[in-house]
């Protein structure tokens, strides 16, 4: 059996189920967050030390404004709310992603990664206005300032995924097969999972199977054994 230490998401079809079911993108947006605290919740009863969630990319600004609104008042909101329990949860919070968001926003989530820093049962990485291109040309730029030489361990260091393992299962919900632009360098040895439920209507049994498929898997890294 596989172990398993990382799961990494990507939460595509709010917009669609929020159309379908309620005539707004928005409402899906919000009915996702419900499924997000499902799945933290059923990520801890499964002893997963981390879980990274992709909720806004490098892309996502080419989006109306007021949808872009609508998401950091949502997270805004949600952060406010749930923090603490988060905390006593034992829970640590760390952004992924380039901060430069409302002066409220950013304070408020460095606020929430400080709170947590030092817990130590799941870690979430957020994934917040985060595009891996961008986050390689970073690291590419460090080494070159540093003059450093390039190679794995180098580059590995100057990415914001630093000291976190690189996930062994990656879902994507929503129909679509595709990265859009997430952990290009890291994934290059996960386990895909393409889900056909679009995000708000993903819940803890699918969740359950991706994890139980993924324990049976023969993964080779290259080898034959
Ligand atoms: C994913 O759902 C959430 C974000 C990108 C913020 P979408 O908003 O992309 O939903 P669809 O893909 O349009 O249905
Ligand atoms: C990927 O979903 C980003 C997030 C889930 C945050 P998108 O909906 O932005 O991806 P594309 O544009 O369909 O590739
Ligand atoms: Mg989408």
Redesign the pocket.
Known sequence: MNPLNHVAII???????GLKYKNS?NA??KA?LKTVEKIIKETLKNKIKFLTLY???TE?WKRPKKEVKY?FDLLETFLVNRIEDLNNQNIKLKIIGIKNFSKKLNKLLIFCEKKTAKNNKLQINLALNYGSKTELINAFKLLSKNKEKINIKNITKYLQTKKIPDPDVLIRT?NTKRLSNFLLWQLAYSEIFFEKK??PAFNEKDYNKIIKNFKNIKRNFGSIS
């Open positions: 939460m595509d079809g709010n917009g669609r189920w993108r899906g947006h996702g909720a806004f990319s996502n998401l929503g679009l995000w």
